[in-house]
Structure formats: structure tokens, C-alpha cells
């Protein structure tokens, strides 16, 4: 698979001061797919991210996009969303995306019958002559996303995407995502929400203080920690589904449930206890979801443990 590989992160290593942001992190991206980087705030994501968009370099370690470790050579195929908004706050919408457009190396009388289709497609056409700071929270991220794609990118890097934005737009931007990767874009996406991740990426980088502690195809993932985790909606409260016998551990939120079983657990006991007590209108054997995965992972008190790949992340 090494010809699909656009993005190589070898052996990277940042500091900033004391503090290891990235510590010799290795993982890498296929053409063509949506990878989540995936951890908890302060585990390196952004940092990463503004390394191989080449706003900070690497104190050690490659950084390969393209075939290249020249990131100017690379700049103008790569899309970037920021976590923290850059836009001008006095300029119009429209104005601005075509400045950003120009930036990227497209002539504004080219960029512009793109912006305008993006403005349509995000709802955003009545606001094209408005200031940034004139708009919504949630309206200013669409338009730092339109920025990031209007150049027609490659590959598009982005932070916390759906940051701000309310369910319909979530939406929205996910079915972009997915639009964009059937037409063969490489898409590299920074989040802690695992429940949206897991609706989007097909591969995932999870990092922990820095170092990448497992790796692989989601459902490979999913899969290595084995069908031992159940999954109930109910009515009624819950809270006893963790105290179980045969339960290791489990997260029980309004009428949903998970719960993680010992090895040898029959799942037919926890059955019968939640019907006894509740009424139960979904009970599924399955693999952990995405979340679980990552608390089992990188939740409190998990050791980072080194790199794993799917096939070793049950071991």
C-alpha cells in the first residue's frame, strides 16, 4: 500500500519548552480516505496539524506530503481548518474567501464562481456582503471551512470541524466530507468527539501525551477488542447495569447503555437482569464503539502503553 501513502509522519518529536507536545510520533495517511487524529485535549492534535500544514517545523523527525518534505512545495495543495478561527473580522464574507483563495495562489476572478457555489451550499448566501463579525459563531466556522476547501485541495486537514455548529449544519459538513472523499480528496481529521468521528473516518491515529498508542482501519479496531461489549436502549433508570455481575466496566447515560463484559460473561444474565428491572427496546452483543475504545485507551488512569495496530490492541 506505500503508493497510496500522500502523508508520512515519521518519528516527529516538538517541544515548547519542558513540554513534549509530539513525541516521536509515526503514523500515516492513505490518498482517497478520511483518517481521524484522534485524542484528548492537549494530546498534540493541533500541533500536529500545524506541522504538516508547515507552520511549525518538526524539532526532529519527517514530515512527508506528496512525496515532498518541502511544506511550501505542498502549501498549495493542502486545505487547513484551524481550531481557533483566522478571519478578519471587519472584512465581508465574500471578500475574505476570495482573499484566502488568493493566498492559496488562485486569481479572485477564478475563485469566485467557487465561493459563491460554497456561500450557496452552506447557506450562507444572504450573508456574502456581511462583516465576520456580523455572523454567528457557528456561521464564522462554515466560513473558515469554506476557505479551507475553496482552493480545491488535495488533501484537507481540519480541526475540530464541527466546532460551534448546531445538529443540522453537523450534518451538513459530514455529508461534505464524505462528498469530498468520493471524489478521491484525502481528508485528515483532528477531534475528541468520538461519536461524529465514528460516523466519518474509515482509519484512525489515536494519540496520547503526544505518541500514537493505536493505530489502523476503524473496523479493525472495533473488531481486535473482540464482541464482548453490550449495547441496551430503555426505559427507566439504568444506573444499576454497571453494578452487574459479569460487567468489567460500562457508561450509562439516558435510556442508552454500554457496557463492557468480563471474558467468559454470559450476556444472556445481563439480559434477563435489565428486563427484570427495565423495559428494554434494543440489547445488541457487539464490538465496543469507537468511544469505548478510545476511554479504554486513553481514558483516566489508561497508560499510553506504546504503538498498537488493530491486531494488537486486544493483546
Excluded at 478561527?85 to 476570495?98: F, N, W
Excluded at 486569481?107 to 465561493?115: G, I, L
Excluded at 466546532?163 to 450534518?171: A, K, Y
Excluded at 499510553?304 to 495496530?309: D, R
Amino acid at each position: 500500500m506505500e503508493g497510496d501513502v500522500v502523508l508520512s509522519v515519521r518519528d516527529v518529536t516538538k517541544r515548547f519548552g519542558p513540554v513534549r507536545a509530539v513525541d516521536e510520533l509515526s503514523f500515516t495517511v492513505r490518498r482517497g480516505t478520511i483518517t481521524g487524529l484522534l485524542g484528548r485535549n492537549g494530546a498534540g492534535k493541533t500541533t500536529t496539524l500545524r506541522m504538516i500544514n508547515g507552520i511549525f517545523l518538526p524539532d526532529s523527525g519527517v514530515i512527508e506530503l506528496f512525496g515532498t518534505t518541502d511544506a511550501a512545495a505542498a502549501r498549495d495543495r493542502i486545505g487547513y481548518l484551524p481550531e481557533e478561527r483566522g478571519l478578519y473580522r471587519k472584512m465581508r464574507v465574500l471578500e475574505q474567501l476570495l482573499f484566502l483563495a488568493a493566498i492559496k495562489g488562485r486569481r479572485p476572478a477564478d475563485a469566485r464562481p467557487s465561493a459563491e457555489r460554497w456561500l450557496q451550499r452552506f447557506d450562507l448566501w444572504d450573508k456574502r456582503a456581511g462583516k465576520l463579525e456580523e455572523l454567528s459563531k457557528g456561521n464564522q466556522q462554515k466560513v473558515q471551512l469554506i476557505g479551507a476547501l475553496l482552493h480545491d485541495p488535495e488533501v484537507v486537514t481540519l480541526d475540530e470541524p464541527t466546532s460551534g455548529l448546531d445538529p443540522v449544519n453537523v450534518v451538513l459538513v459530514r455529508n461534505i466530507l464524505k462528498e469530498l472523499k468520493a471524489e478521491g480528496r484525502t481528508i485528515l481529521l483532528s477531534t475528541h468527539m468520538m461519536a461524529e468521528a465514528e460516523k466519518l473516518v474509515d482509519e484512525i491515529v489515536l494519540i496520547h501525551q503526544g505518541r500514537a498508542v493505536l493505530t489502523g482501519e476503524l473496523d479493525d479496531v472495533r473488531a481486535s477488542f473482540g464482541k464482548n461489549s453490550v449495547h441496551l436502549t430503555f426505559e427507566g433508570d439504568g444506573a444499576f447495569l454497571t453494578g452487574l455481575p459479569g460487567v468489567a466496566q460500562g457508561r450509562v447515560e439516558t435510556n442508552v447503555a454500554e457496557l463492557r463484559l468480563e471474558a467468559g460473561a454470559d450476556p444472556q444474565g445481563v439480559l434477563a437482569a435489565a428486563v427484570a428491572r427495565l423495559r428494554v427496546s434494543r440489547f445488541e452483543v457487539a464490538s465496543p464503539s469507537l468511544e469505548e475504545v478510545f476511554i479504554d485507551r486513553v481514558g483516566a488512569g489508561a497508560e499510553s502503553g506504546g504503538l498498537a495496530s488493530a491486531g494488537e490492541a486486544a493483546s
